[in-house]
């Protein structure tokens, strides 16, 4: 590694539930360098799903390793501390180089007046307009907008320097990669209050290379997004310009890109997001989460026999305890209970049946985003089955990594970072 730890223009967050599919998803980034685009690959997982799986960060960071070691893959990979606080940062500071310092729990803690009104003197010159290249109107900002949203994100940005400077103690400044996150709370962020969150963040003296707000519309886990494509694409343009604002008037890192979260599958804004990133010669980090998980279900269920009967226990076990696999998810998911097909049902179902019901395919009559997402957040059934699901991944794992790898690049990495 050298002097500075760089995240490069393009990354994707590779979320591997069990450790197992790290090749698989390294392929899908050799895939896109044999087409000249580089895209990193960060494996990241947060605090809640180490829990809930009983994993340790080393055990992600082994698999990573071995799997850049095998691949022969001598370009940059990280490993995300993804969503750690203030409790949870300590148990990632040895086998991480990324962190996802995750604040949102503290957005609209009280600041106190004499900060807010300091920092509204000292950013004077963010009252005015905010001009977007190849959007006609600026955006206005009046002194008002910039002391709510203040009051707002003062005392989050604060923690995240608290955390931040307790990382960096440990491991080093500039040894890392800093991301802070925002999005998993009820209400978006406006770009202006992206832009005033960025010069609190300047001011803390924090050096992120990604941010990740909360967008406009639904960004349920493992579907596509929910919302009007049109006012997020405007929006993401604004974003994107007040990073840009950021960049040249606070000093921050050149490479500085957003983050976004529970970005797999989130197939009708990708061609925007391209769009908008190629407008504004600017990079992003798409985290995918938990849908490599999905791909080792859907590797099972075809490759028939014993993987096929496993998928559907798994389905029977997650349908029996929705509610309590749901709980911890709430925000990110949308599950409409009695759209969900019942689990004798399922047990009978042929192997193309529960692949296409679960597969990504929109176009398919068979997709059920229901089906889809209560098993994107039942990884915990599996979790309990321990040995017998790792073995039949073992048993499947032909089947299983060419999901994985198709589609992470076939799905995401092309129309994100390669379609023309
Ligand atoms: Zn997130």
Known sequence: MGEFTILGKYS??????????????????????????????????????????????????????????????????????????????EGYVEACDFFTIDVAEQIGRPAGASAVEAFVF????????????????????DRDTVTLAAG??????????????RVE???????????????????????????????????????????????????????DYVGDVAKFEEEFCNDLAAIAFAIRTYGMSQNLKLSVHSGSDKFSIYGPMRRALRAFDAGVHLKTAGTTWLEELIGLAEGGGDGLRLAQEIYSEAYAHREELCAPYATVIDIDFSKLPEPGD???????????????????????????????????????????????????EVSISKNVTDNLFERHIKPLFLAD
């Open 122 to 141: 000292r950013h004077a010159n963010l009252v005015g307009e905010l001009s977007v290249p190849g959007v006609e109107a600026p955006l206005p900002i």
């Open 12 to 89: 994707v967050g590779v979320g591997d539930r069990f450790a197992h599919q790290a090749e698989a998803q390294l392929l899908a980034c050799m895939l896109a360098a044999e087409q000249g685009v580089d895209v990193t690959p960060v494996w990241n997982k947060s605090h809640r799903e180490h829990t809930i799986i009983g994993t340790k960060p080393l055990d992600s960071r082994m698999a990573a390793d071995a799997a850049a070691k095998k691949l022969d893959w001598s370009k940059p990979y990280f490993l995300d501390a993804d969503h750690i606080t203030l409790a949870t940062w």
């Open 346 to 396: 399922v047990r009978a179902w042929p192997s193309e049946q529960f692949v296409a019901t679960l597969r990504h395919d929109p176009r398919c009559r068979d997709f059920n985003a229901n089906f889809r997402q209560l098993l994107h957040v039942g990884y915990k059934v599996a979790a309990k089955m321990g040995q017998r699901y790792l073995d039949l991944l073992a048993v499947y």
């Open 169 to 223: 103690e440990r491991k080093g400044r500039a040894r890392f990669i800093t991301e802070i996150s925002m999005d998993e709370t009820d209400v978006p962020q406006t770009p202006i209050e992206l832009l005033i969150i960025l010069a609190a963040i300047a001011d803390e003296g924090i050096p992120i290379q990604t941010i990740a707000p909360k967008f406009t519309g639904r960004f349920n886990k493992g579907c």
């Open 152 to 165: 707002k994100y003062l005392a989050a940005v604060r923690e995240a320097g608290r955390i931040y400077r």
